[in-house]
């Protein structure tokens, strides 16, 4: 890019706006030292100061010779990059993503991008204890930074400065970050770093027999040094490149002799890169045959995506809808296009991972939330180099930067875990990754037994294609459902603590069998609540306007909106009773329960609780496939995806918290969760049973479910939708407003609220109080914008919205008060 001025011979001066990390409405402009000239690019990382002292990564977003005429640019730090990390669809999808959702480009990029590829400054810099170094190869300034670390093991880049007497430190900090001596947080540099083996090889002097001769004579003295050789060439049969842990494990040798032959020059050192991912060779599985109706249905889809770029594929619980995924994975892989797979939960990537690992072979990538910072970096690098063919992952995979996408598959698309809620942006992974496609000049098909009222309407009035599966794939039945009335078996005294009698048989008959059984309870914890008999007093959140929910693991009370614990109350501090009751049960009391009815069965819960390390879904799910579980209880997530060859009967303790939920959604996402719930059961030609416990055993939803009656549903729905003006016929947008005062916040919501209504009229709902009217000490008022499909354009609404909020953020009189806008809250 280095240029030059004609007319004067000189080079030109380059200004970049750049997107910063941070909830900032625009892009802001550095000017780019003429010794850069040739390295900026738009899509590249460049190191850039905002602020006083603070450091970021930015990305290039437009390049030019315009400085600004409101502030004088300051000079880009660094550029990081050799080739963009971002390319232009991905930039115009965070554009769309900005636009629509009504948030800051910034914000975006915070979310996109992995951690390990963003940096920040006001930082400390460690000096690693494991880090192998000869001080010989740092320069001066270098030398002086490690010795000062070796005597205060922390320092923070300030000090740094301080020490060296300059202002920019980054390039000796970047150096060292490099040569592996030392850690960064909140990383100043890049964050990312291969990682890196130490292979060991003899010298290439001792490729000759006689010096190799001589070799073994001169470490007859030295035996710990002499295994360590021996273990090597034994090693080295098989592989040129011997690892340094290999060569230790083999010879029972400590790293003391293996030092001592590197330090005689007769072992050599290579640090190779290596992926952290598991990739390996993985042999593809026996051909399927797919059933007269998937092949139907397959080339159905075929020829809808001829003249549709989305395509609906309602296919009931256990249809086979995977295989007809890759049937169509396949195709776009051999015309050399990439797949995106997209999945709600990061539970559902262990189990299918490895089915369509036996059909692609290791071309293909996880990209999910629980992966290593330099995991994700490493995925992403990976993608943007066109080196997978299929990516799987969880909604943030919509952002990675494809560069030859072909296809989006997403998997349950009804699932509200396509929707990230907080923070900003508030996107739905569904709707990204179809605009995406659209970027991309990809087909999207979206797959579900329970479609999304939103997609099934779509579908409806032509917007999308439709295709179906109606019957289970091989041998395997719908299972029987049976309804079981709590208040009935209470009333008979047949119950025994949560579970019907009806529920105990199955539970007993399908353990005699060595048969497995999922039981869902959309509740996590103990007892969701203690009250005192005498008082009433129940124990608060001291942040949110909740009460706390009792965890037996921990013994502690939980606030299950900002984390906030303490211990549990067995004297009521109010007015020193000791009738502390237990009102309600979530998973841990389920599971405590079912042990003592069911001292010999071996019980695990799944839930947010138990799965919040790395591989702990994977773990569970092991255990449960090979046997070793015999009952899982667990949330919503047991509903997700998840394929059993041996679960012969789902109970669900407690249908009614779904159906009498406070929301337009509730029986649409009872009715999904219902039914993906017993679709785990009998999918593998086995008999299989779900039992639903309920109050109301005649209400509407179940009696669908029972009949797998999805049109009724939805034609039910729709009509109610119609006169309550919800979605999908209207859309909406969701206006929180939040203030630490509860009276300020009156104020200023009613404010904004007239000023809504004077331009929106009807449109515009609230102030009101919501579900939950103070979280992490902001109390909250919630309104909501109403817009007619075929009326104003939602474009209008939001423009005109936008303008409103600035003004209204500018005015003093709502000094203090957080407003955040959600579109499409749902």
């Not at 929707?419 to 900003?424: G, L, M, R, S, V």
Request: aromatic share 10%; charged share 25%; net charge neutral.
């Amino acid at each position: 890019m280095l240029e030059l001025n004609e007319e004067k011979g000189e080079l030109k001066t380059f200004f970049v706006d750049v997107i910063l990390p941070l909830a900032i409405s625009k892009t802001y402009t550095y000017r780019v030292p003429q010794s850069l000239n040739e390295q900026v690019a738009v899509g590249k990382r460049v190191v850039v100061q905002f602020g006083k002292s603070r450091i970021y990564t930015a990305i290039i977003y437009h390049i030019s010779e315009n400085p600004p005429k409101l502030y004088e640019a300051k000079y880009v730090i660094d550029v990081l990059d050799e080739s963009p990390v971002v390319n232009q669809h991905q930039l115009k999808l965070w554009e769309w993503i900005s636009a629509y959702y009504m948030c800051h480009l910034g914000e975006v990029m915070q979310a996109a991008l992995p951690s390990a590829l963003k940096l920040a400054s006001e930082t400390r810099v460690v000096l690693l204890k494991d880090a192998v170094y000869d001080k010989k190869d740092f320069n001066d300034k270098e030398f002086l930074i490690i010795d000062a670390l070796e005597i205060q093991p922390e320092l923070k880049v300030s000090d740094i400065v301080k020490l060296l007497g300059q202002k920019s430190v980054f390039r000796l900090l970047k150096s060292l970050f490099d040569k592996g001596v030392i850690h960064i947080s909140e990383e100043v540099v890049e964050r990312y770093k291969p990682k890196q083996v130490a292979y060991i090889t003899l010298h290439s002097f001792y490729a000759d027999a006689d010096n190799r001769k001589a070799l073994f004579n001169v470490l007859e003295r030295s035996p710990k040094q002499l295994d360590i050789l021996l273990a090597y060439l034994k090693l080295s049969r098989s592989s040129p490149y011997v690892g340094k842990k290999e060569i230790l494990e083999e010879s029972g040798s400590g790293n003391g002799p293996l030092k001592a032959l590197i330090d005689k020059e007769i072992f050599v050192v290579e640090n190779r890169v290596v992926s952290r991912l598991k990739e390996g060779d993985y042999e593809h599985l026996k051909e399927f045959t797919l059933s007269e109706e998937q092949e139907q249905t397959l080339e159905g889809i075929k020829k809808l995506f001829e003249e549709k770029d989305v395509v609906l594929l309602h296919g009931i619980t256990s249809s086979g809808k995977t295989q007809v995924y890759i049937r169509l994975i396949e195709e776009c892989i051999t015309s050399g296009r990439q797949v995106l797979y997209l999945l709600p939960e990061i539970a559902l990537t262990t189990q299918i991972i490895e089915r369509l690992r036996e059909y692609f072979g290791s071309k293909i990538g996880i990209y999910h939330s629980r992966l290593g910072d330099n995991e994700r970096a490493e995925v992403w690098t990976k993608v943007l180099n066109n080196e997978y063919n299929v990516v799987l992952g969880a909604r943030s995979a919509v952002f990675l930067p494809f560069t030859g996408l072909g296809l989006i598959v997403v998997d349950e698309e009804h699932e509200s875990s396509y929707k990230q809620y907080d923070p900003a942006p508030r996107y739905h992974a569904r709707d990204t990754a179809i605009y995406a496609g659209r970027l991309h000049e990809a087909k999207v098909l979206l797959g579900s037994a329970t479609p999304s009222l939103e997609s099934y309407f779509n579908s409806k009035t032509g917007k999308y294609g439709f295709a179906e599966l109606r019957q289970r794939y091989g041998e395997s039945n719908l299972p029987a459902i049976k309804v079981v009335g709590i208040a009935e078996e209470t009333s008979k005294k047949t119950i025994q603590s949560h579970f019907t009698s009806v529920l105990i048989d199955g539970i007993k008959e399908a353990l005699e069998k060595k048969e497995q059984v999922i039981l869902f309870q959309n509740r996590r914890g103990y007892t969701p609540l203690l009250i005192c008999k005498t008082c009433g007093y129940i124990p608060q959140c001291i942040h949110c306007d909740v009460s706390l929910t009792y965890h037996k693991s921990t013994g502690k009370l939980h606030c299950h909106y900002c984390g906030y614990k303490q211990d549990t109350v067995p004297v009521c501090p109010a007015c020193g009773s000791t009738h502390i009751e237990q009102k309600g049960f979530g998973t841990e009391k389920i599971e405590d329960d079912l042990q003592f009815i069911f001292p010999e069965a071996r019980i695990a819960r799944m839930d947010l609780d138990t799965t919040r390390s790395k591989n702990s879904f994977q773990r569970i799910l092991n255990d449960f496939e090979e046997r070793r579980i015999d009952v899982l209880v667990g949330t919503q997530i047991v509903a997700k995806g998840l394929d059993f060859d041996h679960v012969t009967l789902i109970g669900i303790i407690n249908a009614d918290s779904l159906l009498n939920y406070p929301d337009f959604r509730a029986f649409e996402r009872s009715f999904q969760l219902l039914s993906q719930v017993g679709g785990r059961a009998g999918r593998r030609g086995k008999p299989g049973t779900v039992i639903i416990q309920a109050y109301s055993t005649n209400h509407r939803v179940i009696q669908q479910v029972i009949e797998h009656d999805y049109e009724d549903l939805f034609r039910v729905e729709i009509a109610e939708r119609k006169s309550f003006r919800y979605p999908p016929l209207y859309r909406m947008i969701r206006i929180d407003v939040k203030h630490k005062d509860s009276h300020a916040l009156s104020a200023v919501a009613n404010r904004l609220g007239q000023e809504l209504k004077k331009a929106l009229g009807e449109r515009v709902l609230g102030p009101e109080d919501p579900l939950v009217g103070r979280i992490r000490n902001f109390f909250i008022k919630t309104l909501y914008i109403k817009v007619e499909r075929d009326g104003i354009a939602i474009s209008k609404v939001k423009e005109f919205l936008r303008g409103l909020l600035l003004n209204f953020e500018t005015d003093k009189q709502n000094k203090g008060t957080l407003i955040q806008v959600d579109v499409d809250p749902y």
